[in-house]
Structures are given as C-alpha cells and as structure tokens.
C-alpha cells in the first residue's frame, strides 16, 4: 500500500512538473507575443511619428480600427474587463448593463466591457487572487485592497509605457490634472488614475437626524451657513445641541461611534497612510511627529471622556463594529461624525436612512494620500494594454459609458428630469433597482454622468473648486511610502493601538491615563523607529521633489 | 537470498492484494485525490515564504529575500505573548476538552433511556453553529447595555455591573468554557463509538464476578478508551501552535482591550496582514506553525512508544 501511494504521488508530482512546465510555455508564448506587439506598435510609432505631428489621434484611431477588423473576421470582439465593489455583490441587472455598455463600446472602440462588481466584503481578496492566478481582469479600483499593495505586490501596469498614456489616453490627460497624476506616482511611475472626486474634506461635519432637532426644539436657523451650504457651528454649540436632545430623547443613544476622529475629524495628514508618524502642520512642516501625543488628538479624547460621562455613547461602543450610518438608520442613534464636502447632505441622509442635518464644526484639509487613496490600476498581466487604456479613458469620459457603470439603464433604472438631473425609474428605488452600485465615490469619473435630483446640477465644478480653493494642503502631497521593510514595527504598532485605543479614543478612561499607557505602548512596539524611516523617506522625496 | 526472496514474496502479494482489493482502492481513489490536490499540490508554494513577492515574476521568479519575512513574528515583545497563549490555550483544551468528552461519552454509552438519541443531538448541536454566530450568543450574555448577565443576573444578585468586554482576568475562563460547550459533543462521538466496539461480554463477566458499574467503568472502559484517548491527543498536539481563529477573534468580538489574553499567532497575523496584504509574510507564519506542530507531533509520538508502543501512532 505504501509503495502504491509513493507511486502514485510521485507520479502525479511529476504531473505537476509538466503542467507547470506546460504553464510556463504558455507564458513565453504570451510574451512573445506581447513583444512582436509592441516591436509592431514601436514600427507604427515610427512611421506616424515620421508622417505628422497629429500622430496620436491617429495612432488611437487605428488601433480601433484594427479591432473592429479583427473582430469582423473572428466574429467575437475583444473583451475588457473592468472590476470594482459594491455593497451586496453583482446586481441582478449586470448582464443587461454589460450588454448596454458593449454595444456602445463595440461601435467606438471596437471592445467588449465586462463590469465585475464583486461584495465589499470579498474585493479585497477576490482581487489579488485574480491578479496574481491569471485571471482575466484589465482595469480594476484599488479601493480595497489599497494602492500601495497592488503597487509592492506588482500587480500595476506602468500606465506609461510606451506612452501608453499619450497615445491612447489623451482623454485622460486633459481631464486629470497633471499634478494628481503626479500625486499617483510611486518612484516616479504612473500606476494608476485618481478618480475625479472631492480630494479636499471639510474635516469634523456633525451629522444629526433633523427629526431629532426639530424634537428638542433645536433652532437651526439662529446659526449661520458655511460656504457649502452647512450649518456653522463651534464645539459648544454642539455641546449644548447633545445636552438638549438627550434630554428629550432619553432612549436613544446621542453619538453613534466610530475610529474616525483623526480620518475626518482633524487635519492631521497620515502621512505614508497610517498615523504612526504624522505631520500636525502639513501644510507648513514636513516634521513626522507622534499625533498621540498632540494637542489635536487630547482634545478629541477630553471630548470623547466629557460625552460618555454625560451618557452620550453606548456602553458597548468598544464592542460593537457596526458603522456609524447604518446604526442611526435602525432609529437608535441620532449623531454622528463625518466629514463633508458638496451635495453631502443628501448622500448622509441617505446612508441614515432618514433626514439628517449637517453641522459644521471644521476646516477644510486636503491630505497628502487624498488623491493618490484608491487610483484605478491597469492589471500588469493585460493582454492588450492598448485596448484596456482606452477603455478606461471611456470610463472617465464617455458619458454613456459613465451613465451606465454609475446608474444603470435609461428609463429603467433612473429618468431624466427636465434640468438633466436624474431620479429612480418607473417602480425602482434603492431596495429593488437592478443596478443601483452605490459607489459614486469611487467611479472614475461621477461628474460625467448624470447629477441625482436634489443635488446641485454643476456640483463637478463646484467640487472641482472646493479642491482648488481647500486653504490647507498638504505640503507632501503625492508623497508615498513602502512600509514593507518596516512589516513588523508595524504590525507590532498596529496591534499597540488596538489594544490601548478603545478605552480613549471612545472615553471610557480619563484621557490622561489612557493617552499615556497608549503612547507607551506606541512607543514599546518600536515608534521611534517606524517614525524615523518615515521622516527619511519624507526627507528624500521632498528633495528629488524640491519642496522645503 | 533470503531478502530476494521474501521480496518476490512481497511482490506477489502486493499484486495480489492490489487484485483482491481493487474495488476498495477505488472508493479511496477520490479521497486521495483531494487529499494530493489540497495537501501535497501547494507544497512547492512554500518557497513564497522566502520570497518578496511580485506578480510580474510570480512565485517562483520572484527574488529570494531568504528569512527575512520570518523576522517580523520574533522582533517585537508580542512574539512571546501570542506564542504563550497559543500553547497555554491549547494545552488547557486539550486537556479541559478530552476529560469532558470521555466522561460525556461514558454518560451516554450507559444510558439506557429512550432519550439518549435526543441528548446525543442536543450536546452536538453547538458544534454545528459557526463561530460568529456563537460569538453574538456570546455578546448576549456579556453585553454592556442589554447583556443577560449585568442587566438580569448581576442586577439580581445586587452587583455591580462588569465591563467584560474591557476586563482581561475574565477571558481565559470564558474562552474554555465556550470552547468546551462547542467541541465535547463532537469529541464525545469517537469515544462513544470505541465504546460500543468494546466486547459486552467483558462486563457480563465483570458483572457476573460482582463487579460494580463503577468498577467496570475504571478498570475496562477506561483502560479500553486509552489507545484512542492517545492517538486523539497526538492528533491535537500536531495542531497546538494553531489556534481556532473563530474562537479567538469573533468571540471577544476583535476587542484590542482583550489583546493580552486572546492574541495568538492566527489572529496576531490576519491582523498584520489584513494591513499589509503580504503574502509571503503569511505563508512564513504558515511554515513556521506547521513545522513546529510537525516536529511537536513527532516528539510526542516518540514519548508515546516510549511509554506504550502499542498506542503510537506510527
């Protein structure tokens, strides 16, 4: 018996052997030809180069054509496929809407479009698998997975390659500006685009359920407006808002939690994307400092302590890792904190599932990860980097192709209104809609496709201007940083914080004991250390980048 | 010639079994398919562990960084807590967990009332429910606000309320206990079964010699129990540097306040990767668990054969 099973494991080793050897081919094969395609797109390049100056247009143009050519012989266009998330896996109607967008996309580009919408839950996961076995997926969003780990892990094209960009995604360099291109660089290589959203955040928004205000007799209007249209306020008069409708809502609980004070409650930058070493005046100093030791984070902490004595946070706020939104939707919170932007009213009520009203309490802060957090990617493995470059230009800037990938189908997922914003179809709203992502924020490029009803028509140029106008940028914006020679200091950091954040940062101990066995800790698992590669990464990118 | 001998023996034989027990080799056949895909296929893949990943390369064209991926479990202070809970944990079980089961086991191996079916069910039952749900009958009991424990038994009996999500002295009991609650019904079915494979006319004779249902059960079914109390607990020892990842993370609800006492190497590493999404970090961990468990398995088979030959596992 035993013989037997050597046997027939060796022989099924052997087996292996072959069928990687077999794989192996297969890659020399695809490479092989990969090159004879770029050796033809470089003779191409040569000649249109040689021929005009207009070169471009006509290299993207025949690359086109020569799809629809190959795809009139073959009988099957080439496929594109394009993978983000949403919050409840592929929508019944993808089908439909991926039929929609291809039989736009056959006719400009010649290409099929595939839409992968995966769970939340599972993108992160389901995404590296596909980009490291093989699988067929051309563009994808890195929110989820991060940009930083598909970069380390080599999973991003060099969207530059060849001039890949210039010649095929000329589109996307009139619509992106150059300097959030830059922001996406990694050593100086374009990996990915940023999607046109607000990059700026006007930090601390205090959202509470309008029913609630109107039940404590809060007076809104006695309060003066900010430029976005949100109610201005200081620390307390929010206080003083607490204390009245906790007074007349005693069963509920006033301040659903969540570890977002720094994130969206502070201009604090998490410089390299984690707070182990943070600049404190980003827009004037590139000085990496311990954030738990500032003055901005004891603040937050002597508030947070100040409000639970009061009886505003769950005793179970610790335990309980539901989102802030969704536990003010079950009717049993009533505040919460945000951060806001434009047209962010009706985005929040609709997460709460009910009116909410915005408050004002911050200053707006653009980050120096704000553009470079979650890019679009090219998979490395593509097989036609042409044809997926051009798709993705049409993601950004074809408003039919925009239109479908953000809402669905004309006339059955959304109408048009008069003014060109846009509402649920005949019968469909959140609930049943086929297609109804819910990821605005996360689209190439939102503010190509219709505006929701309610929200203000030109709200692309008024978010356009709110990043241009946000007072305080980060100075090291752009900046991006490889932790992975510093895996176990951070691990080590991470583990720290969350061992000796909860009590504090939600105000189950006075913060000056709790702030002090979190620094310690901080400081046990190797702080100093984590902070000093971060400062000379800093240093270095500032000089090659020639900020001071 | 004796040995060439014995061998064409052996051979012959061989065929002849291999004819004989043909039909048999092919009822195993998909199981060892699964087992050669499942267990032997990723073998070469270790090599990750070595290795800084980059899918341009893939795995084995990656470059070799040699152990510096192992570095990051042994560099900080967590290395010696998350290594002493695993083990200390996982000894607790094995010992908490055998005791119970075998004790189950003989409960309902002796019970002769028509119930017996129903009791079997009902002690199994927990060992069907997954972890995060067990984790929120969990949280119902220990909850802050609405849990049963501070709002019904403490208020009852005049105490003061227990933050247990924040107390760490609490944990090491609560974990054992709902480990035990989910485990024993599923333990107790092997024992069960080598039970009733025990000879009845043992304790007919036993019986007829006067002997109590106390004394058969220490001096034959206990004694009898032993080899598969053994191979269970080699079994077990191969997997003490893995901690049920469920138990250890759902349970106290992923709570950082809990850390020193709940933190072992899974969670320790799904919660540094969960960050870092490195993968030949992961597969390090991976390696280093199954070695030790590998070598900790052959050390306690080997004090096994000392001890009683018969009962070793190979």
């Keep these: ?548 | 010639m004796d040995k060439a001998l014995t061998k064409e023996n052996n051979k012959k034989s061989l065929k002849k079994r291999l004819k004989r027990f043909f039909p048999i080799y092919i009822m195993a056949l998909p199981g060892l398919i699964y087992l050669f895909v499942n267990n032997y296929m990723p073998l070469p893949g270790l090599v990750l562990a070595f290795k800084k990943y980059n899918a341009k390369q893939g795995i084995f064209g990656s470059k070799f960084v040699g152990f510096k991926n192992f570095k990051y479990l042994f560099k900080t202070n967590d290395a010696f807590i998350i290594t002493r809970n695993t083990i200390l944990y996982n000894v607790v079980f094995i010992i908490v967990n055998t005791i119970l089961a075998v004790f189950v086991a003989i409960m309902l191996a002796e019970m002769t009332s028509r119930l017996k079916k129903i009791y079997q069910c009902l002690i199994l039952l927990p060992f069907m429910i997954s972890m995060v749900i067990v984790s929120y009958l969990v949280f119902g009991y220990l909850s802050n606000d609405n849990g049963f424990i501070n709002n019904i038994v403490l208020k009852a009996l005049g105490k003061e309320p227990v933050f247990w999500y924040m107390e760490k002295k609490y944990w090491p009991f609560i974990l054992t206990f709902v480990m035990a609650w989910k485990v024993i019904g599923y333990n107790s079915i092997i024992y069960i079964s080598t039970i009733l494979g025990i000879d009845r006319g043992i304790y007919e004779s036993a019986a007829i010699d006067g002997c109590s249902k106390w004394k058969q059960i220490t001096k034959i079914t206990i004694p009898l129990l032993k080899p598969t109390v053994i191979m269970m607990t080699l079994l077990a020892v191969g997997r003490i540097f893995y901690s049920d990842f469920g138990l250890f993370y759902q349970v106290p609800q992923n709570q950082g306040a809990l850390f020193a006492v709940t933190n072992t190497i899974d969670t320790y590493v799904y919660r540094g990767l969960l960050e870092l999404g490195d993968m030949p970090m992961a597969s390090a961990a991976g390696l280093y668990q199954s070695l030790v468990g590998f070598v900790l398995i052959l050390a306690a088979n080997l004090a096994v054969r000392k001890i009683e030959p018969e009962s070793a596992l190979f």
């Design chain 1, 1 to 548: 018996m035993k013989r037997l099973l050597a046997t027939v494991l060796t022989a099924a080793m052997v087996a292996t052997l072959f069928v990687g050897c077999g794989t192996n081919d297969n890659g020399a094969a695809t490479t092989d030809t990969k090159q004879t395609e770029t050796t033809e797109t470089a003779a191409a390049d040569d000649t249109a180069a040689a021929a005009e100056e207009t070169a471009d247009a006509g290299l993207a143009e025949q690359a086109i054509a020569d799809r629809k050519a190959a795809a009139e012989a073959s009988g099957e266009y080439e496929k594109i496929v394009v993978s983000f998330f949403d919050w409840t896996g592929a929508p019944a109607g993808i089908d439909r809407i991926n039929e929609k967008i291809s039989e736009h996309t056959r006719e400009t580009l010649g290409v099929d479009v595939e839409l992968l919408i995966i769970d939340s839950a599972a993108y992160s996961d389901d995404i590296k698998l596909m980009l490291s076995s093989g699988e067929q997926v051309d563009l994808f969003s890195t929110c989820g997975p991060g940009y930083m780990t598909c970069v380390n892990n080599g999973y991003c094209a060099d969207l530059e390659e060849d001039g890949l960009l210039d010649n095929y995604g000329a589109g996307l360099k009139d619509l992106v500006r150059a300097d959030y291109f830059d922001a996406c660089r990694v050593g100086g290589t374009l990996y990915g685009v940023p999607p046109i959203k607000d990059y700026a955040i006007q930090t601390a928004a205090i959202c509470i359920g309008t029913e609630y205000l109107e039940g404590a007799g809060v007076d809104v209007d006695a309060f003066a407006k900010d430029d976005l249209g949100y109610v201005k306020c200081t620390w307390d008069d929010i206080d003083d808002i607490f204390a009245k409708i906790h007074e007349a809502f005693p069963d509920k609980t006033v301040y659903s939690t969540q570890d977002n004070m720094l994130t969206q409650g502070s201009c604090v930058d998490n410089i390299g994307g984690d707070y182990y070493g943070t600049l404190l005046d980003s827009a004037n100093s590139l000085k990496v400092e311990n954030v738990y030791e500032s003055e901005v984070f004891k603040e937050w902490c002597a508030r947070f302590y100040r409000w639970n004595q009061a009886g505003y946070i769950s005793g179970d706020a610790m335990t309980d890792k539901t989102g802030a939104s969704a536990r003010i939707k079950t009717g049993s919170f009533m505040a919460m904190m945000a951060c806001g932007k434009p047209a962010y009213q009706n985005q929040i009520s609709n997460e709460c599932g009910r009116p909410m009203t915005v408050f004002d309490v911050g200053e707006p802060f653009m980050s120096s990860s704000a553009v470079s957090s979650f890019p679009w990617c090219m998979n490395q493995a593509t097989e036609d980097p042409i044809a997926a470059m051009q798709v993705l230009e049409a993601l950004y800037c074809d408003p039919v192709v925009a239109n479908l990938v953000c809402w669905g189908e004309e006339g059955v997922e959304y109408v048009v209104n008069d003014d060109t914003t846009i509402n649920w179809g005949p019968g469909v709203d959140s609930q049943n809609s086929e297609y109804f992502p819910n990821v605005l924020w996360m689209m190439p490029n939102q503010y190509a496709a219709h505006v929701w009803e309610g929200d203000p028509v030109d709200v692309g140029e008024q978010t356009a201007k709110f990043n241009d106008n946000c007072p305080v940028k980060s100075k090291a914006l752009g900046f991006t940083w490889d932790n992975g020679d510093y895996a176990a200091e951070f691990t080590a950091l991470k583990n720290a914080y969350e061992e000796y954040s909860g009590k504090v940062i939600y105000g189950f101990v006075d913060p000056e004991t709790g702030l002090k066995e979190l620094n310690d800790a901080l400081y046990a698992a190797g702080l100093e250390e984590y902070m000093a590669a971060k400062q000379a990464a800093l240093d270095e990118w500032a000089k090659s980048a020639g900020i001071n």
